[in-house]
């Protein structure tokens, strides 16, 4: 079962910025939270991962609650080109073996209008 | 230019055959990963491998195959056993699944198609 809540749809304005949230209720202490991003049949992308710490790269923000149980990508003016499925991910520890593995949603299907 | 290459990007196959996924990479990463993707759905791990000549199975190993002889190299057979083949096949690379902090990168995808 996935660890993560997502809405599954939102619209956001070209230029404008695009706040994606997600619900980790369950996550452990170890464990990262990691965004990725899929357009139509292609391999997902990454973007951005965190631990409790906002991050920022060239691409976007996270911004992750203190208690840890939800987090936010933000997108800071969104194109017609950031029309994807974003997936937050829980990367949690498998079992005994020592290894982590993620474990994926349905994501959130974003339509940036023009 | 480093990166993952699948190959092909569609193939079509007759029920009951075995057909053979390719997947390379040239990052030089030690663990590498199978996933399945369904319609309308997120990505189930069939098969990864942290080190050549060692692969474990994921949440959907039944009905597929894995080999790891190089590196580079980890190529996914789906087998006649496996009931419902069809679908949007994905393969990732990383440096060390055993850190908390490791990120997967992904190939383009194999879309399977069993006529």
């Known amino acids: 079962d996935a660890k993560t809540t997502q809405p599954t749809s939102m619209d956001c304005a070209e230029g404008r910025a695009a706040n994606l949230p997600c619900n980790h209720s369950?996550?452990?202490?170890?464990?990262?939270v990691y965004w990725y991003r899929q357009i139509h049949s292609q391999g997902p992308q990454y973007i951005i991962h965190g631990l409790k710490n906002n991050e920022t790269n060239e691409m976007a923000s996270l911004i992750i609650t203190e208690d840890r149980k939800s987090s936010t990508l933000i997108l800071p003016h969104a194109t017609l080109r950031d029309t994807a499925v974003y997936y937050c991910?829980?990367?949690?520890?498998?079992?005994?073996?020592?290894?982590?593995?993620?474990?994926f949603g349905t994501g959130t299907r974003l339509k940036v209008l023009a | 230019d480093g990166g993952i290459t699948q190959s092909p990007k569609y193939l079509f196959r007759k029920e009951g055959q075995n057909v053979t996924l390719s997947c390379e990479q040239n990052?030089?990463?030690?663990?590498m990963y199978w996933y399945r993707q369904d319609p309308g759905q997120g990505l189930r791990l069939i098969y990864y491998?942290?080190?050549?000549?060692?692969?474990q199975k994921g949440d959907i190993a039944e009905g597929y195959s894995v080999s790891r002889e190089k590196k580079e190299s980890f190529p996914l057979t789906v087998t006649s056993a496996q009931k419902n083949p069809t679908a949007f096949y994905l393969c990732?690379?990383?440096?060390?699944?055993?850190?908390?902090?490791?990120?997967?990168?992904f190939g383009p995808g194999t879309r399977l198609t069993v006529l």
């Open positions: 369950t996550i452990s202490g170890n464990e990262y």
């Open positions: 491998s942290q080190i050549v000549n060692d692969f």
């Open positions: 990732a690379s990383s440096i060390d699944l055993r850190e908390e902090a490791d990120t997967q990168y």
């Open positions: 990052l030089n990463h030690d663990a």
């Open positions: 991910i829980v990367r949690v520890r498998d079992g005994p073996s020592g290894t982590y593995k993620y474990i």
